[in-house]
C-alpha cells in the first residue's frame, strides 16, 4: 500500500527565505509519480508541482522546485524568495502509474505542513 | 484557462437528509475523481471514472453514490447524511497526464 508521510506539522520561515518542506513515500509500484499542492485558508487545492518517477531531473516550477532522491524515497518541495502569500497548507501526493498510461491513478495525501511566512 | 467547476460552494443539511454534489470537468478531461477531506484532515479518495466508467473505489460509504454523465459532469450523491459526513468534497480532473486539477471544493455542513 502506499504511504505518504509529512513529518513537519508546522514550519516557518521570514520573508524572501527559501524553505524546505519534507516528504517521504513508500510504495511497491516501480511507476508512480509525486505531486504537491497548496492549500490556503480559502480551500480550494492548488497544483504546484509534478515529479515522475523516471523523470532524470528534478522538476522545477517559477519559485517551487523538487528536491526528489529516489533512494532515499523522498520528495521535498523547495520555496525560494518566500512570500508572505505562501502562507498555507501544503500537501505531498502520490499516484501510482506513470503519465502517459491510462489516468485514473486516485492521489494519496500526506497529513500536511502549515507554512507560516513571517514579515 | 477554464477550472473545474464544482456547485453548490456551500450546503447546509439536516441529519438523514439528502445532498447532491455537482462537478464540471474541465473540457476534454477523460477522468474524474471525488475526495473527501474533514475538518483538519488530509483528502481521502472516494470515486473515480474514466470515460463515463467507474475506474476506482477508495473509502466510499455505501450511503453513498456517484456516476458521470454523457457530458463528463459528474454527481455525488449523499444519503441518510450523518454528522460525520461533514466535510469539503472536492472533484478533480485529469486528461492523459499526471497533473489532477482540483475544483474549489463545496463545503457541506449537516446540523
Known amino acids: 500500500a502506499q504511504k505518504i508521510t509529512q513529518t513537519q506539522p508546522g514550519m516557518f520561515v521570514q520573508e524572501k527565505e527559501a524553505v524546505t518542506l519534507d516528504c517521504t513515500y513508500d510504495t511497491s509500484d516501480p511507476s508512480y509519480g509525486l505531486f504537491w499542492y497548496k492549500q490556503p485558508s480559502s480551500g480550494e487545492m492548488i497544483f504546484l508541482i509534478y515529479?515522475?518517477?523516471?523523470?532524470?531531473q528534478n522538476a522545477t516550477e517559477g519559485r517551487y522546485s523538487l528536491n526528489f532522491q529516489k533512494a532515499r524515497k523522498s520528495a521535498n518541495l523547495v520555496i525560494s524568495a518566500s512570500q508572505l502569500g505562501d502562507s498555507a497548507m501544503y500537501f505531498c501526493a502520490m499516484r501510482d502509474g506513470e503519465a502517459g498510461g491510462t489516468s485514473y491513478g486516485k492521489l494519496t495525501f500526506g497529513q500536511g505542513t502549515i507554512l507560516t511566512v513571517h514579515p | 484557462a477554464a477550472g473545474v467547476i464544482q456547485s453548490p460552494r456551500h450546503l447546509i443539511k439536516e441529519k438523514r437528509e439528502t445532498a447532491t454534489l455537482k462537478c464540471y470537468p474541465i473540457?476534454?478531461?477523460?477522468?474524474v475523481y471525488w475526495y473527501q477531506q474533514g475538518p483538519g484532515q488530509d483528502p481521502q479518495f472516494l470515486i473515480s471514472f474514466y470515460e463515463k466508467m467507474q475506474s476506482d473505489k477508495g473509502s466510499i460509504p455505501d450511503r453513498f453514490s456517484a456516476q458521470q454523465f454523457s457530458d463528463y459532469h459528474s454527481e455525488l450523491n449523499m444519503s441518510s447524511l450523518e454528522l460525520g459526513d461533514s466535510a469539503l468534497y472536492f472533484c478533480?480532473?485529469?486528461?492523459?497526464?499526471?497533473?489532477?486539477?482540483f475544483g474549489p471544493g463545496t463545503r457541506l455542513t449537516v446540523l
Open positions: 473540457p476534454r478531461h477523460d477522468t
Open positions: 478533480a480532473s485529469s486528461l492523459e497526464s499526471h497533473e489532477q486539477f
Open positions: 515529479q515522475g518517477s523516471y523523470d532524470q
